[in-house]
């Protein structure tokens, strides 16, 4: 059974905090990515990554930083935790090649910053 | 620019009834493949379909199915013999050649939040 896993469900940090979020999948895919969701917004794309040590932006990637040291690993950098990055993460990892691939989405995780 | 719309924000269905949500895209892509997630309140995405641009045939997976028009560019979910389960927000999801393609990229539509009555 495919897995996508993310460290926390639920998170609560103090606003300045440099906050991780980690995303482990283990079906050897080569592409991963980083969404925030928020209500009336939809997904959004901030980080994906297509190799190890590869990154690439998405279309929200200002107050994030990634990560990606092993293929099955893909963190998430809050340097600076504000308010306004209260949202809902999600991870997602994908093969890479053609338009048919399906991304499989880890649980989420609502980070809370106050 | 590629864009997913779907209009309906919310909609009831009567358990057992089949129900339609609705997406329309836009792209200039002569390539491109539509899927279509659910999420529950739990939060996790679930993968339900996908139809590809060239595919011949509307695709199909147990009880959802995708109503492919492409000179319309739309692809409407149909969910057949709706059940409890069923509630939940259904996004529509697209990827094209110069968005996404092999690095699997998705661009989402805002969602609807599908309400199934008992």
């Known amino acids: 059974d495919v897995k996508v896993t993310q460290s926390s469900r639920y998170l609560v940090k103090r606003t300045g905090e440099k906050v991780f979020l980690e995303c482990v999948q283990d079906?050897?895919?080569?592409?991963m990515f980083w969404y925030r969701q928020d209500p009336g917004l939809g997904l959004r794309l901030i980080y994906f990554?297509?190799?190890?040590?590869?990154?690439e932006k998405g279309d929200i990637p200002e107050g994030y930083s990634v990560s990606r040291e092993k293929k099955e690993r893909f963190s998430l950098i809050l340097e600076s935790a504000s308010t306004n990055q209260t949202s809902m993460y999600l991870c997602?990892?994908?093969?890479?090649?053609?338009?048919?691939?399906?991304?499989?989405f880890g649980p989420g995780t609502r980070l809370t910053v106050t | 620019a590629q864009k997913i719309t779907q209009t309906q924000p919310g909609m009831f269905v009567q358990e057992k009834e089949a129900v339609t949500l609705d997406c329309t895209y836009d792209?200039?892509?002569?390539?491109?493949?539509l899927f279509w997630y659910k999420q529950p309140s739990s939060g996790e995405m679930i993968f339900l379909i996908y139809?590809?641009?060239?595919?011949?045939q509307n695709a199909t997976e147990g009880r959802y199915s995708l109503n492919f028009q492409k000179a319309r560019k739309s692809a409407n979910l149909v969910i057949s013999a709706s059940q409890l389960g069923d509630s939940a927000m259904y996004f529509c999801?697209?990827?094209?050649?110069?968005?996404?393609?092999?690095?699997?990229?998705?661009?989402f539509g805002k969602g609807t939040k599908l309400s199934v009555k008992p």
């Open positions: 997602a990892s994908s093969r890479s090649g053609a338009f048919g691939y399906e991304q499989y």
């Open positions: 079906m050897d895919h080569e592409n």
């Open positions: 990554s297509y190799d190890v040590k590869m990154k």
């Open positions: 792209t200039s892509d002569p390539s491109y493949g």
């Open positions: 139809q590809g641009s060239y595919d011949q």
């Open positions: 999801a697209m990827r094209g050649q110069n968005y996404g393609g092999s690095q699997g990229n998705l661009i």
